[in-house]
Each structure stands twice: as structure tokens, then as C-alpha cells.
């Protein structure tokens, strides 16, 4: 197509570059980070709920057209539906819901807080309960997407506020996620891939433990199924309507985690080469629009370029930048000590790892050779190849990331895109081996088994620990490269028999065990910390008390009113004033203490330290690590402060009239707002 | 049928015979309600007599809109299936919005706790009085002191047949309340449909339940919602009359409007648009048709006479401020339409009133009023339904305007903001009837519809979340019973701050602290006695200064002899409330004993006593 022509008579072309352009001007130029801030406090919320809006206006008909709801007739239509529902269940029942890794979940949630109470996507910093509603009266934005905290808001707005809502959403999208990736496989190699696809995910416990979390993981990893699976369409009917259900979930897959903007990538690369193959643009007006749509993505990444903080480099001692290539051999380590780990610490899958790490290697040949004669390609492997792109990007630039140890508890979730990665590169691989005769198969599987074995002895640095898997795993893979050659039914092809006999076991063998003792989540003691906290507040229903605590915002997000040490040893004049006059019906502290192993001593935590001033009674206390201790404490008294304020005799109510009456309670009040910590 | 039955039947057929009848009725029903009785008399008659008078009347009004249906429903068109399911949808979500966000409690202090204490003594003793002081005998709890109060005895009758159909328990209220939330709804969007079929339904849906006015009283315990329901029923048996003059649907309409009347006070002045229908419809259909529920409404209205005459008379119930001497005056009117002004214009997250409901009436009021003074005297070529919202809308008006003029009806005052709900229900109408003319041109209702949803996440949520109006003393209230109720079981006294009625409705005996400063030596031997395991005192502080400097102020000040106890303490807004444990009252030695009662003087409905 001539490119000149067709930008010369093609208006919606030119609206669409002019766009492009202005977003790129509005997103990086126009506004200091300052305005920008201003913008995304305003309308972040409204923007979030436009595209929301859009996407899902957009996504009706075609959701009208392919009804994926109707089940398919046939004695077994109920079959994908209770498979996706039983494993569902499985991965949700194993670990109580809570927040799983702090402050990342917390932070989420006050998000949530903002847009839903002030429809301003600001974390609370204060809270107070002035009048008998509990108000936020101080925020600040995140620096984290805005599309999970939206949709948390929205079931907020539904149901009444209740930090529990996150859990519901994450529960929902387990299922969701489990049904668009039985969709995924469906479509890339047939039935046998879709339930080959979902019981490999439901191996996972990682995915087991975000389903029960407070985090955006699950969402993310619904929104890339779900790009896939609109490209997949977008691929085959190549019509304006796809595009834009297409780019609108790109759009709101980039607003989901930070760097899933990388799946734009493939995205792109998609809709330029439809637009060539086609000769044409496809284009509606509304895809015109689209780039402006990019606005807070890039208003978001200016606020947080200008904080040096935000990258939280000073958490990991040793590093000056966030990303460098230098970190790709560190992190590639912890990474097999993740992967291959036979312990159960790490919320691994050993069959993922295996099978997956065995498929990763054909799964970007057969993408590059796809790549290379996309002419050739049916929509749904020209879509796979560019999609592994996607992965195979966002892959590489979480192996240079500073904080890139997915060995790590608070990084491990960062795998969950690369998990799912492996799941359906053991789809495309084994669907292109079912179409090859059982010999060569053979020979692949020994080959693989050959080359696993080679990787294990190539790479013995201590985290690789292929030698220790478990017995029956690998006994399982040979024989299901055995049965391969010796069964081959008509409608089930041994192969996938195979694999998913092989995945049965790895399930029983380790992953199931591993989500019930989930050590994953009990190892990471903060998260156990918070679930203690919210069991203080479910004892505690009425809600009437303050908390001093570092973490203040886990008790703002449970409508609870709080304030951070710091602030409390900076301001006791506001604390004193409070306590004298009963503004709280108790005060609390929350500390942690550190034991002395030789002596048993126990000492304050620095973060939690309140020096001398403050009299503290301990009141509940519980040990999470053998040389942690966690306490609440109640103030007794504050040093320096009588418990009656020491002004001069108030004049007496009885001789006040009415309107002086009124006029003490107004001075009061103001005061009140004013001293509240 | 002997001849002689047959020719008295068609005596009392001919529309002459029931005419006079209908005057006769008239004339003895005003005798009745105005003359006859002396206002003590007329107190005993509401109380003995008006649970069975009203459930005579409803009765009525079941059968008749049960025959209305019957003959009515084969000749309408109905709404399409897509239509009834996007229908039953928005009414689900706009439902599940009202009942999450708030706590179901009363929100109208004392209000709604007066509703729950006839209602009671309705479904135990069919003795229409609320409670002053009632105390367990024999297991059983009894109503000791009653009053006749000033609320019409609709809501509470109604409430009463949830008690007597499913068992008492103060959590029927709420019940009842959803229903009606969820009738008025369906009412508004049939409404709204006869108006521009489902736009029309939709958007009148959308527009009510996005009120956070209307979503407060889902989960409350105010008779409010019956009141909005009952207007709607109205308009629609108004313009079924006018489409279909005959005796089936005047007995509906004409029994609807008798209990609307007395579903809240100024209801009662609905009445007129009804008989302006009524007369349209004779001079429409040229021939007078009065049917034997026509002739005896006059009769079943009756107690709405009588109990006028009993609140008349009695000054105390009208619960006047210092300083005021009548209900009604047109000194209340400036600041009355300068708090309605604030009311429908303020943005903030304070008030229960949807700004997007006030725009879109503005414009609105415009477009109906200028089409109306173009029709100039064709009002009557109006379409059934339209005539019906006419009258009733002009009423509405009227009875707004004269809200103006009453001494609490600022509607900035959480207490009088829900008079507005007749009000906004008219807007909600005009907008839909202004939507369904513009639709010819313009996709109005569609834009409107998409503004309502957009308001509902942007604004009805969040407040209905925040909910600030609907904390005024509930909260504490509601803390007082939570405390007490965390406490281990047995039986309790509370001596209250307040109003003993919402421990009475619970069956906890209560009384004011007024009467046990009186009664204080009774108090002192009920602590040696095993009748109460504690007797608790409530109380509240307030600040005397900048500082705090909190004080119990002096008409909640018990004398020093009385040993209290402090259990539990807790800040609401600027006021402290506290529960104290009676511990000791060391009697002085000048005190003089209170006089007892006569033992079952008030006992109502209780043969023998």
C-alpha cells in the first residue's frame, strides 16, 4: 500500500496521528508534574471510568455475536464450565483471603478508599470519624495503576464499603482468568489444550495465593488473556469493531501493572500487520481517540519519574538504578531457585517449571519461524508469535529489574505473567507435536528430557535442584513420552493424555500439598501481621478507637482511625489534647520488638519507638517469628500532660444560655478538626 | 333472586338512589368527624376503633384493585420482555445500592420509633397508642401508659400485618420499607412507561433511585415510602378512572385516595385532585357513576376527621419550639424556601438531594409548562394519564407550598428533608414527561439515562456511602443498644436521656430521667428487688469551651445521691455519650415518696383489667 496515498485521503488516519501526537505533547510536555498531579487527582477517576465504560460498550456486541456463555451442544457442554469451577475452587480453598503482601495490597485498597468515598484516586492519609461518618481528610495518589482500585471502587459503589470487596473481585477473576485461558488453549490447539491450560494454572500455587490476595496479579493476568483473545478475533474478522475492543483493553491492560505496558508491543505490531495485510487502515472514529486515552499512563510515569523515591531503591542496599543488565545473572539465579525449588517455600509449580522451561525454547522457534511467514500463519498463530513477543519482552526487562528475585516473598508474584507465559508455551508446543507422527514425537521427548537433563548438569550452582525432583515427577515424564507412542485415540491424542496425566501428578504430588501447608504466605511474616491486626479490629467492632502504628494506613483502610509513630513523637500536643478530652474511646500502639537471642530481652523497633513520654500498658501480643514479637499496647498516660485539660474553669453549662451553649460546641469543634492527629 | 330482592337491587342501582346516598354519607361522616364527638371521645374511638375501621377500608381496596386488575388487563398494551428485565435489573442494582450502604435503624428521631410503638400495640392489643412505659408481667411484655399519637395509622396498621403474618420482631420494619422501596420503583417505572414506554420507564426508575433522599427511608423505619407509593397508586387508578369510567376502577381509585389520606398528614389534601378527577370523569362519560365504595369512602374517612380534631385540641403533640406559637405561619416561609433553595442546589456530600434531578427538573418545568400554556384551555384533551399527573402534580405543589409554611420544614434539616419526597417525585414525572416529548427529536431520554448513571457512581454512591444525614443521634442511639446488648443477658431498666421508646419496642423497660429523679425511691428498692439484674442511666456531656471542658448539662444532671457507675463512653460529633450502672441512690432524708399509679389503669386491650 502506498503509505503517502492512503495518509493524503485516509481522515480518521490523520485525526488518529494527530492524537498520537497531541497525547505525546499533553502526556510528556505540556504539564510539570506539579499540574500533572492536579490532573490525575481530578480526572483520574472519570478518565479510568470512560474507558472502563467504553471498553465494555464496545465489547457488547461482539459478546452478543460470539455468546460465549451458550454452552456447546453435546452430551458434555457442561464440561469446560465445571472443570473451570472445580479448579477454581481449588485454588480458593486452601488459603484464608487476607492481605498478602504489604503495603503493595494496602496501598491498593486506600486507592480504592479515595475513588470510591471522593471519587479521587488518592490514598488516605488521614481519617477521622468527625460527625459519625468516617471521613478521609488528607491523600496522596500512588504511584500504582488505577484500573484495580477502579474496579474495586465499583463494588464498593455496588455494596456498600468493605475491604473485603478486593476478595471478592480476586475470586471472580480466578474464575475469570481459568475460563479466558481454557478459551486461549481452545482456540490455539483445540479442547485438550483449554483443559490442559487450566489444570497446569490451577498447579500453581502462587496464582492460589493471589487469589485469595488484596493485589492487582490476578487482574493482570485476566487482561493479557483477554488482549490475546481480542487479538485473536481482531485477527480473523479484521474489522473496526475488534480493533477498538482490541486497543481498549490494551489500554486498560496498561493501566493494570506498571510494565504490562509491554504488551502494547505485540498489540501494535498486530494492528500494523492487519492494517497491511489489508492494505488499509482499519479505523472508526473512536479508535481515533484512542491514543489520548494513553494520558494518565503517561501523566502517572511523569509524577513518579520526578520522585527518585518511588522506585524504592533505597529498600535493597547496593543499587543505583532500577534497571541494568548487569542484574540478569543474579536474578536468573533466583529465578531456577524459584522455579525449581522442591521445598514448597516458594509457591512454585514443579510442573509448570518443567514442562514449561522444556517448551520455552521450541515455543520462541516455532514464534520466529511463525513470525517469518506470517502469509502462511492462521490468525490465531500469527497472534501466539506476537504475543510471545510481548512475553518474551516483558520477561527480559524483569530479569534487569533491580528488585528482580522472584525467590523473593514480596517479588514472586512478579512471575505470575512469566508462569502463564510457560503454561501456553506448553500449549502452542504440544500443539504443534500432536500434528507430527508419534516417532518424531519420541524422539522430541527424549531430546527434551535430554536437554533437561544437560541444563541441570550444566548449571549446578545450588539453586538449580533438577537432580532433587521428586522421583515420581520424572518417572511421570518419561512415561508419558512412552504412552505417547503406544496410545493414540481418535479424539484424545496421547500426547495431551500425557500431559495432562503428567500435570495431574505434579498437582498431587506437590502442588497441592504445597497450597495447603502454604508456608509461601506464613514465611512472610508482615502479612500474617496484618491479618493479626485485622483480627484486633474484628474484636474491636466499634471502631472508636485510635491507633499509633508506622503502617497507619491498614487501619485507615478498615475505617479505623490512625496515625504513624512519627507523627505522633512530632505532634503530642494533638495526641495530649485528644486524650484529655476523650476524642477516642482508647488509644492504641501497635510496635514491634525485637528479641534478644541470648537473653531473651525483648527491645522496641526503632520505626516503633515512642520514647519515654508515652505510658503504654501492653494489651494483646503474639510472636510471628522466633525473634519477633508483635504487641498492641494501650496509652495510659502521655508525660507532660495532665488527663483534665489545664485551662482556666470552664464556665458552668447550667448558667449558659442555649446560644452560648451552641457557641462553645462550634469553638469546640473547630479545634477538634484542627487537633485531630 | 325473589322479586323483592331484584327491584331493591335495582333501586339501588340507579344512579340517583346513589347519589343521594353518597350525600347522606357525606353529610354523616362530617357530623361524625366534626361535631358529634367530644375530643376525648373522638381519642377513644381512634384508639379502640381504628385499627378495624382501617382494616375494613384496606380490605376494600385489595378487592377492588384485585377486580380493577381482573377486567383491566386484557385491554392495556404491555411492556416488552427486553424492556421489563432492563426493568427489574436497574430496580435490583438501584436496591441492592439502598440497603448496602446504610444501617438498617431508624433515621427520623423519634419519629419512626413512634411508627414501630403503635404498630405494636396494634398487632398485641389492636389499641392504636404508642407506649410511654411498659414493663414485663408474667413473661408477657405489656403496655402500661399509652397515647393516642398524631401519626395517620396507615404505615403502623400495615406494619402491624407483618407482625400479625410473620411474628414480632422491630426488624419487620425494615421488611416493609425494602418492599415499599422496591414497589415504588416498579410503580414510578410503570408510571414512567404509560409516559414514553421503557425510556420512560427507565428513566423514572433511575431518576428515583438515584435520589439518596429516597434510598435513606429504604433502610429505615418512616412512613414515608408508603406515602410515595400510595401517590403513585393514586395516579395510576386516577388515570385508569379517566380511561375507563366505570363503578370497577372509581372503587379502586376512590379507596386508594382514603388511604392515601392517611398514609401521612397532609396527604389528607389530596382528596381534591381525586374529586376533580371523579367529576372529569362524569362529565366526560355525561352520566354520575358511584359505586358503593364511592358511597361509603366518605364514612371510612371519618378517623382522618377525628384524629384532626384530637391533635387540634391538643397543643402538646405539635412538638412546637421555644418561642413558637402555631404550626403554620408565614414568618416560617423565608427561611423555609431559602433551606429548599440550598437543599435542591447544593453539591456537597451533606444533603440527601440529587443535584442532577434539580438541573434536569429546571429545564424541565420549562418544557411542561410552556407545552401546557400552549394547550391553554385543552387541558382536558390530555391523555388519561397525563390529566391524572396534572392534578395530583398540581397538588404536590400545593401541598409543598404549604409545607413552606410550617414551623420545621426547613429541608437543610435532616429531620424535614424527607417532606421534599412528594416533591421530587413530581420533578421525576415532568422530567420523563419532558423526555418523552423531546425523544422526538433528540435521544433526550437515552442522554438523560446515561447522565443517571454516571450520577449514580459519581455522586448517589458516595454519599449514600457517607450517608452524613442520616447520623443525626441515630449513631448514638444505635451504640447505646449495641453496648447493652453485648452485656450478659438478663433483664434491664434504662433510665434514658432520650425517648424510652426505643427500648420499649425492644420489650427493655424504660423510663426518662426526668421520672426517675421522681420516682427515685422505687428505683432504690428495684435495686434490692430481683426484677432487674442493673438498671443503666444514659447520659450525654458537652464541651463548655475551646478546650473541652466537658459538663453534663443540667437537665441530665441526676442529684449527687444517685451512685452511678461509668461502663462505657464514646465522642459522637462534639457530644459525649455515656452508660452508667446504677449502683446506689441514698435517699435524702426530706425525701418525699412518689405517689404509685392505680395498678392496670392503662392497660390496653387487656380484659379484665
Known sequence: MNIIEILRHDRRLQVLILTAVLAVVLGFVAFTPDQALGLMTSGGYWTILGTTAWFLWTLRPLLLESRPWTLPKGGDGWAAPALVAGCGVLLLVHEAYGFKILMDEIMLLGTSMGMHFDKHPLVPVRGHDLQGAFQLIDGRLDKRPLFQPFLVSILHDLTGYRPENVFALNTGLTFGLLGLVYQAGRRMAGRAAGVLGVLLLTSLPLLAQNATGGGFELLNLVMIVGTLLLGMRFAEKRDAASQQALLLSGVLLAQTRYESILFLLPVGLLVLWVWWTERKPVLSWGTCLVPLLFLPVALHQKIFAARESSWELASQPGFDKPFALQYASDNFAHWLNFFFDNTGEHSNSLVISTLGFIALPFCLLWAVKTLGRLRQATPVQAVSAFFTLGFAAHTLLLLCYFWGRFDDPVIRRLSLPLNLWLVLAVVIVAGVLVEISRWKRLFLGLLALAAAGLLAYLLPTPPVRLFTLPFNLWLALVLMVVANVAIDSPRWNSLWLGLITLTGIGYFAYSLPTMARHDYSMDYYVGREMAWRREFMAAHPEKDYLVIDPEALGWITHLVSATPVQQALARKDLILFNFQNRTFSAFYVFQRLTVDAATGALSVQKDYDLGPDFQLEPYWERRFTPLTVSRISRLVAIKGGELTPPSPAAPSLEKMSAAEREKARQAFFEQLIKRLP | ?609
Open chain 2, 1 to 609: 333472586m325473589s322479586d323483592s330482592a331484584a327491584s331493591l337491587r335495582s333501586s339501588l342501582s340507579r344512579p340517583a338512589t346513589r347519589a343521594v346516598a353518597f350525600v347522606l354519607a357525606g353529610l354523616v361522616a362530617g357530623y361524625l368527624g366534626f361535631v358529634h364527638f367530644t375530643v376525648e371521645e373522638a381519642r377513644n374511638v381512634l384508639r379502640h376503633g381504628g385499627y378495624y375501621i382501617m382494616l375494613v377500608t384496606f380490605f376494600c381496596w385489595l378487592v377492588a384493585v384485585w377486580r380493577q386488575i381482573r377486567a383491566g388487563s386484557a385491554a392495556t398494551a404491555s411492556p416488552t420482555p427486553a424492556g421489563t428485565w432492563a426493568a427489574v435489573g436497574l430496580i435490583g442494582l438501584l436496591t441492592v445500592l439502598a440497603v448496602t450502604h446504610e444501617t438498617f435503624r431508624s433515621k427520623i428521631l423519634y419519629d419512626e420509633y413512634v411508627l414501630q410503638s403503635t404498630a405494636y400495640n396494634l398487632h398485641f392489643f389492636r389499641d392504636n397508642s404508642a407506649m410511654v412505659r411498659g414493663y414485663e408481667v408474667r413473661d408477657v411484655f405489656v403496655s402500661l401508659d399509652s397515647y393516642l399519637d398524631k401519626r395517620p395509622i396507615l404505615f403502623p396498621f400495615l406494619l402491624s400485618l407483618v407482625h400479625d403474618a410473620v411474628g414480632y420482631r422491630t426488624a419487620n420494619v425494615f421488611a416493609l420499607n425494602i418492599g415499599l422501596y422496591v414497589a415504588g420503583l416498579a410503580l414510578v417505572g410503570w408510571l414512567g412507561w404509560k409516559l414514553n414506554r421503557w425510556r420512560g420507564g427507565l428513566l423514572a426508575i433511575g431518576l428515583l433511585g438515584s435520589l439518596p433522599l429516597y434510598a435513606q427511608n429504604a433502610s429505615g423505619a418512616g412512613m414515608e415510602l408508603l406515602n410515595v407509593c400510595m401517590l403513585l397508586v393514586v395516579m395510576l387508578q386516577g388515570g385508569a378512572w379517566l380511561a375507563r369510567p366505570d363503578e370497577r376502577t372509581l372503587s379502586g381509585f376512590v379507596l386508594g385516595v382514603v388511604l392515601l389520606v392517611q398514609a401521612r398528614y397532609e396527604s389528607a389534601l389530596y382528596v381534591v385532585p381525586a374529586a376533580l378527577l371523579i367529576a372529569l370523569g362524569w362529565w366526560r362519560e355525561r352520566r354520575l357513576i358511584i359505586s358503593g365504595a364511592a358511597i361509603a369512602a366518605p364514612l371510612f374517612l371519618v378517623p382522618v376527621a377525628l384524629l384532626q380534631k384530637v391533635i387540634s385540641n391538643s397543643p402538646i403533640m405539635w412538638e412546637l419550639h421555644e418561642n413558637q406559637t402555631s404550626r403554620f405561619s408565614a414568618e416560617y416561609l423565608g427561611g423555609n424556601l431559602r433551606a429548599a433553595y440550598e437543599f435542591f442546589t447544593t453539591p456537597g456530600m451533606t444533603r440527601a438531594n440529587s443535584p442532577l434531578l434539580g438541573a434536569l427538573a429546571v429545564a424541565a418545568l420549562g418544557v411542561v409548562g410552556w407545552r401546557l400554556a400552549a394547550r391553554r384551555s385543552r387541558w382536558a384533551d390530555l391523555g388519561p394519564v397525563q390529566l391524572s399527573l396534572l392534578a395530583f402534580g398540581t397538588a404536590i405543589l400545593a401541598v409543598s407550598t404549604l409545607i413552606m409554611f410550617y414551623y420545621w420544614a426547613a429541608l437543610t434539616d435532616p429531620m424535614s428533608a424527607r417532606f421534599a419526597l412528594p416533591l421530587h417525585l413530581l420533578l421525576v414525572l415532568v422530567i420523563v414527561a419532558a423526555a418523552a416529548w423531546a425523544d422526538r427529536r433528540w435521544p433526550v431520554s437515552v442522554v438523560a439515562l446515561g447522565a443517571v448513571a454516571v450520577f449514580i457512581l459519581g455522586v448517589s454512591a458516595p454519599k449514600q456511602s457517607y450517608h452524613h444525614y442520616s447520623h443525626a443521634g441515630n449513631d448514638e442511639l444505635a451504640w447505646e443498644q449495641r453496648v447493652v446488648a453485648a452485656r450478659p443477658p438478663g433483664q434491664r431498666l434504662i433510665v434514658t436521656n432520650k425517648s424510652p421508646l426505643p427500648w420499649l419496642i425492644e420489650r427493655t423497660p424504660s423510663i426518662l430521667l426526668d421520672r426517675a429523679k421522681g420516682v427515685a425511691d422505687r428505683l432504690a428498692d428495684q435495686l434490692h428487688m430481683p426484677d432487674f439484674s442493673e438498671i443503666l442511666v444514659t447520659q450525654g456531656m458537652r464541651p463548655a469551651s475551646a478546650e473541652g471542658q466537658y459538663q453534663v448539662p443540667p437537665d441530665e444532671v441526676l442529684p449527687p445521691w444517685f451512685k452511678l457507675e461509668l461502663v462505657a463512653e464514646r465522642r459522637f460529633g462534639t457530644k459525649l455519650a455515656r452508660i452508667s450502672r446504677l449502683v446506689a441512690i441514698d435517699l435524702p432524708a426530706d425525701y418525699q415518696p412518689s405517689i404509685a399509679p392505680a395498678v392496670g389503669a392503662a392497660a390496653p386491650g387487656r380484659p379484665g383489667q
